[in-house]
């Protein structure tokens, strides 16, 4: 069975930055699995794993516009401490799930100041060129509940690039919920807050 929409793929890979760092990995015996043609993979992957079969092993490069998107400026801003009420200690790389105006948005502190913090909502790995190394380990029909949700179901829930917006795994944190109304901006708070401290992972 080819790779094509609507069927479940599994794959081993290796995701390496432009200067040769390993930044995730998914190995054969431990492969990621997800539904194909329904976005579950940044769309340079999957655009490339399409129409292959079980077996084929291939590299290929994606570019920020078809992997994570460019880095944006206007995703960094300064936000007041008082917006993680409850947080002992705000520490650069800490990071936590935002409340914004287009939904939950992940974001990290890169600057902690006296009264405020500098949180960044870019993906960790945007505006970078990524060189993915893949082997199509298993292929599969999915189910027609499957293809309704748009993504595999499988005990433990489901597994994609865009299940935690930082990897291929399932994000799970602590349930400090922090909001505010003062923030003005539309970008990584909007007019709501940060809180659900989350692991820090690719």
Known sequence: MKV???????????????????????????????????????IGLENALEGKSVGDKFEVRVKPE???GEY????????PKDVFMGVDELVVGMRFIADTDIGP????????????????????????ELLFTVEVV???????????HGHIHQEGGCCSHDSDEEGHGCGCGHHHHHHHE????DGC???????DPIPNSV
């Open 4 to 42: 094509e929409k609507n069927v479940v793929v599994s794959i081993a890979y290796q995701v390496r930055t432009e200067d040769g760092v390993l930044v995730d990995e998914a190995p054969v015996n431990q492969p990621l699995e997800y539904l194909q043609g329904h976005n579950n993979l940044v």
């Open 72 to 79: 944006n400026e206007n995703m960094v801003q300064r936000v």
């Open 105 to 128: 948005l992940p974001v990290v502190i890169t600057e902690v100041g006296e009264n405020d913090v500098v949180v960044d909502g870019n993906h960790m790995l945007a505006g970078q």
């Open 66 to 68: 078809e992997g994570y």
């Open 138 to 148: 298993a292929t599969r029909e999915a189910t027609l509940e499957e293809i309704a």
């Open 182 to 185: 003062e923030h003005e901006h």
């Open 189 to 195: 708070c909007g007019n709501h807050g940060c809180g």
